[in-house]
T-cell receptor, first 117, second 113 residues
Framework: DARVTQTPRHKVTEMGQEVTMRCQPI?????VFWYRQTMMQGLELLAY????????DSGMPKDRFSAEMPDATLATLKIQPSEPRDSAVYFC???????????????FGPGTRLTVT | GNSVTQMEGPVTLSEEAFLTINCTYT??????LFWYVQYPGEGLQLLLK?????DKGSNKGFEATYRKETTSFHLEKGSVQVSDSAVYFC????????????FGSGTRLQVQP
C-alpha cells in the first residue's frame, strides 16, 4: 500500500530556531506539493515541484521558507528562522502527471504539526 | 483567480440521516473537482472526483455531480454512519499544467448514534 510519508509528525520549537520537515513521495510520482493548514487560512499551497524542479513557490514567505527536492525520493521544507505564526500543520502531497489527460489525483501524507513558541 | 466556497459547519446529523454539503466554485477554464475527507489527526484522503461537466463521482456511498451551469459540486450521502464523522473539503484543480489544488474552508460533519 503506497503512501506518502512525512517526518517528524510533531515538532515543538522555540522562535528563531531552524525547522526542517521531510517528505517521501510515493515511488514513481513526479509531482510534489507542500500545503499548510491553519484554522484561520485553511489549506494553502506553499510550493510545487515537477520532476524535482520547483514550478511554483509563490505561496511561501521567501525570506524564511525554502523548499527543495535533493532527489526523487525526498522533498524538504525548511523554515529559518521560525516564528510563532508559522505554527500549523504542513502537508506534503504527491501525484503523477504525464500530460493534460493525466489523473489530477494527489495523495497526502499525514502531516507535520509544527508549534513554534 | 480560482476559489471554492463551502457551507459552514459543523453539520450535526443522526445516524442514517441524509447528508448534503454544498460546494460552489469560481474558475477559469474547465477545472476538475474533488471532495477530500480528513479524519482526526490524519492527512487528507481523496473521496471522489469529477473531471468534466455532468460527471458524477461516487465512492463509499457518497456522490457529487459536476454542474457547470450552477458551478456546483454538492456532496450527498443517503444514509450517514458515525464513522463518516470527519472534515470534508471541496477542491478544484485547474486544467493547466500547474495542477495545484484550491480548497474550500472545510465542513465538519458530526454523526450521532
Amino acid at each position: 500500500d503506497a503512501r506518502v510519508t512525512q517526518t517528524p509528525r510533531h515538532k515543538v520549537t522555540e522562535m528563531g530556531q531552524e525547522v526542517t520537515m521531510r517528505c517521501q513521495p510515493i515511488l514513481g510520482h513526479n509531482t510534489v506539493f507542500w500545503y499548510r493548514q491553519t484554522m484561520m487560512q485553511g489549506l494553502e499551497l506553499l510550493a510545487y515541484f515537477r520532476n524535482r524542479a520547483p514550478l511554483d513557490d509563490s505561496g511561501m514567505p521567501k525570506d524564511r521558507f525554502s523548499a527543495e527536492m535533493p532527489d526523487a525520493t525526498l522533498a524538504t521544507l525548511k523554515i529559518q528562522p521560525s516564528e510563532p505564526r508559522d505554527s500549523a500543520v504542513y502537508f506534503c502531497a504527491s501525484g503523477l502527471v504525464l500530460g493534460r489527460l493525466s489523473s489530477y489525483e494527489q495523495y497526502f501524507g499525514p502531516g507535520t504539526r509544527l508549534t513554534v513558541t | 483567480g480560482n476559489s471554492v466556497t463551502q457551507m459552514e459547519g459543523p453539520v450535526t446529523l443522526s445516524e442514517e440521516a441524509f447528508l448534503t454539503i454544498n460546494c460552489t466554485y469560481t474558475a477559469t477554464g474547465y477545472p476538475s473537482l474533488f471532495w477530500y475527507v480528513q479524519y482526526p489527526g490524519e492527512g487528507l484522503q481523496l473521496l471522489l472526483k469529477a473531471t468534466k461537466a455532468d460527471d458524477k463521482g461516487s465512492n463509499k456511498g457518497f456522490e457529487a455531480t459536476y454542474r457547470k451551469e450552477t458551478t456546483s459540486f454538492h456532496l450527498e450521502k443517503g444514509s450517514v454512519q458515525v464513522s463518516d464523522s470527519a472534515v470534508y473539503f471541496c477542491a478544484l484543480s485547474e486544467d493547466t499544467g500547474r495542477r495545484a489544488l484550491t480548497f474550500g474552508s472545510g465542513t465538519r460533519l458530526q454523526v450521532q448514534p
